[in-house]
């Protein structure tokens, strides 16, 4: 078993951390948020001063932080605090598995390589529920043995854990994946608007779209009316399930990615404006699948 610095133990590392603990795993964590923090230390996770204190005695790093800022800052150290890459011992392994941009993913491996250490990208996805059950899965990028290295303890908090490739291809599949999420919710949701207009009921259309081509899990597990699947957020007010300010955050990886990169991912794009205005508004804090109702709001009456 391995010892584990955790740092960032949110609404998701709160519960992958408490998992490695259930699995054996000697874990010490830290928070900014003290009662993240409190929560951390109920679940028997050892509780240190510092993100730099929690990786001074770690075989294993994992960071699991809002955004790309806060990884570099954590990994460089900012504001005077010492940073995790400085604080540990050399060769140590270090996983981050918050959901960032690939570059700033990138920066993130080089900057742990020029420090003597070893790093994997590893983005889940699964949401609070995966975390919480330990049925995650992780998009993983970085060398083989690192990987292979890594794997017990991945599958300490998921189910399914897949190498992407090099450093950042765990944050390349991720961003991938997401926008063929987002551009398909909003497909299913136009259709299902559309088919309203024309008379069709919702159930007529699931079970004929469902058994046919415009087969999707946006409509036949997150289905965006109440009623066809009885487990979708639409059927509980579109209480998350997976929030649109969390898909707007995506989609805007995505849209560095494609900028970056000069695909010419028109509906990638789209789909990132339509869920940035879903998101500024009660969409933030909705399931994606809510972008029906905006459908629907702004259709000619
Ligand atoms: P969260 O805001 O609940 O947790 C992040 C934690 O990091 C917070 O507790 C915050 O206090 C802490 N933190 C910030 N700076 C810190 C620092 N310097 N040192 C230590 N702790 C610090 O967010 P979350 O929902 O747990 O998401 C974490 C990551 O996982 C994000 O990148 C998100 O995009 C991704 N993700 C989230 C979900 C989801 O459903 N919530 C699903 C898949 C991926």
């Not at 080089?110 to 992780?138: C, I, K």
Request: hydrophobic content about 45%.
């Amino acid at each position: 078993m391995s010892r584990i610095a955790f740092i960032g133990l949110g609404h998701m590392g709160g519960p992958m951390a408490a998992n490695l603990v259930k699995a054996g795993h000697d874990v010490v964590g830290f928070d900014v948020v003290p009662a993240a923090l409190d929560a951390a230390a109920a679940a028997g996770i050892e509780i240190a001063p510092s993100g730099a204190d929690a990786a001074t005695s770690a075989d294993i790093v994992i960071t699991m932080l809002p955004s790309g800022r806060h990884v570099l800052d954590a990994y460089n150290g900012a504001g005077g605090a010492s940073g995790l890459l400085a604080a540990a011992r050399p060769g140590t392994l270090f996983i981050d598995s918050s959901t960032i941009a690939v570059d700033e993913s990138r920066a993130a491996h080089d900057a742990a390589a020029a420090a003597g250490h070893r790093s994997l990208d590893a983005p889940v996805s699964g949401g609070v529920v995966g975390a919480e059950n330990a049925t995650l899965a992780f998009m993983v990028g970085g060398r083989d043995e690192d990987f292979a290295e890594a794997l017990p303890v991945l599958e300490a908090m998921g189910r399914r854990i897949v190498h992407c490739g090099g450093a950042g291809l765990g944050q390349a599949a991720k961003i991938c994946n997401n926008m063929i999420l987002g551009i398909s919710q909003i497909a299913v949701a136009e259709a299902f608007v559309l088919g309203e207009r024309l008379g069709l009921t919702h159930q007529a259309l699931f079970d004929v779209a469902s058994n046919a081509s415009g087969q999707c899990w946006a409509l036949t597990t997150n289905c965006p009316v109440p009623g066809p699947v009885a487990t979708s957020p639409a059927n509980n007010d579109y209480q998350p399930g997976f929030a649109g300010a969390l898909m707007s955050k995506d989609l805007g990886l995505a849209e560095q990615a494609i900028d970056l990169t000069g695909v010419d991912a028109k509906l990638g794009l789209l789909a990132r404006s339509i869920y940035a205005e879903y998101a500024a508004g009660e969409g933030a804090g909705k399931d994606f699948s809510g972008i029906i109702n905006t459908v629907r709001d702004q259709s000619r009456a």
